[in-house]
């Protein structure tokens, strides 16, 4: 089982900026062979997509609410991937997740069944 681990989470104030990260926890294995999803599950209201890659050509898809504040990225070197999230507001604030899957690795793109999930990272946007 893939184990996923996330870590940047923290106090910001509105306007800042924050960069997650997500591991794998599990020995051998390769986040670039599997599509990446960052997801967030606001107080109160349903887990949202935020942002995915695909694997091989990191094509990065953005769901509305990111487009234009946040960056996702891999460093396959570091097995690693980031979310860099600027101009962050107070509707930001959430539990942050990353996800891996492999049948989306070509095309992340509204994939929503990813198999395996990290146990989120907490962001709290607030002055």
């Known amino acids: 089982q893939v184990q996923l681990v996330e870590s940047g989470g923290g106090l910001v104030q509105p306007g800042g900026s924050l960069r997650l990260s997500c591991a794998a926890s599990t020995s051998g294995f390769s986040l670039d062979e599997y599509a990446i999803g960052w997801f967030r599950r606001a107080p109160g209201k349903e887990r949202e997509g935020v942002a995915c890659?695909?694997?091989?050509?990191?094509?990065?898809y953005y769901f509305d609410s990111a487009k234009g504040r946040f960056s996702i990225s891999r460093d396959n070197a570091k097995n690693m991937i980031y979310l860099e999230m600027s101009s962050l507001k107070p509707d930001d604030t959430g539990v942050y997740y990353c996800?891996?899957?492999?049948?989306?690795?070509?095309?992340?793109?509204?994939?929503?069944?990813?198999?395996?999930w990290g146990q989120g990272a907490q962001v709290t946007v607030s002055s």
């Open positions: 890659i695909n694997a091989g050509d990191n094509v990065s």
């Open positions: 996800a891996a899957d492999l049948l989306a690795a070509k095309h992340c793109q509204g994939y929503l069944a990813y198999d395996h």
